[in-house]
């Protein structure tokens, strides 16, 4: 099976501008999470889509969204970006009923 | 919520040593632990897991230990070779949770020929 992807991989963006990052889960796999990866704070989830629904959310400003659509691909957009939004932004899929999540190999995004 | 503190951050071992790497988790309820290997530039890989009804768990060179009464598990790498140089994560959930890994910091092995 064709691993996680994700597209872009790379983008540069200015404050204030607004970003989309999309994410192909694994075929079958319904579940994904987003995580954002820094130097300082590690791996930190942002927000899991199950069945076009979000199910888990975490401690991150409203300016950070998501979406799933029904063949399991899911977006997440930044809006009003600031330097701190820097990061590699990794999603992760996984089947319905287990914890074993894949990632795929990020979008690194650089706020300018 | 639940907090996964990881030691040491960075291990220095020499070629054909193991390594050990220990986290501890905050969360009684947490039942998934799981542990990735992110080698420079590449995604995190799974490893090696274990779920709290196990207490130990091995897969060749690697092995996963899991001590719920003390809330820590740990990872051993035995006969390290050059290329298990990377970074290492464990992180834990519980079923409550979803998929939500919550991770611990991140231990950087270098393995030196």
């Not at chain 1, 939004?85 to 999540?101: M, N, T």
């Not at chain 2, 071992?13 to 988790?25: F, H, L, M, N, R």
């Amino acid at each position: 099976k064709a691993g996680v992807t994700q597209t872009p991989r790379y983008l540069i963006k200015t404050r204030g501008q607004q970003v989309t990052l999309s994410c192909s889960p694994i075929s079958g796999h319904r579940s994904v999470s987003w995580y954002q990866q820094t130097p300082g704070q590690g791996l930190q989830f942002l927000f899991e889509y199950f069945s076009e629904t979000q199910r888990n959310k975490g401690n991150f400003p409203g300016r950070f969204s998501g979406r799933q659509f029904s063949n399991s691909r899911s977006e997440m957009n930044v809006s009003t970006l600031e330097l701190g939004d820097s990061a590699l932004y990794l999603c992760a899929s996984s089947l319905a009923r287990s914890h074993e999540q894949f990632f795929g190999p990020g979008t690194r995004l650089t706020v300018l | 919520g639940e907090n996964v503190e990881q030691h040491p951050s960075t291990l220095s071992v020499q070629e054909g040593d193991s390594a050990v790497i220990k986290c501890t988790y905050s969360d009684s309820a947490s039942n998934y632990f799981p542990w990735y290997k992110q080698e420079l530039g590449k995604r995190p890989q799974l490893i090696i897991d274990i779920r709290s009804n196990v207490g130990e768990k091995k897969d060749q060179r690697i092995a996963v230990t899991l001590n719920k009464t003390a809330k820590h598990f740990s990872l051993h790498i035995t006969e390290t070779q050059p290329e298990d140089s990377a970074v290492y994560f464990c992180a834990a959930t519980k079923a409550a949770a979803g998929n939500k890994l919550t991770f611990g910091g991140g231990t950087r092995v270098l393995v030196k020929p």
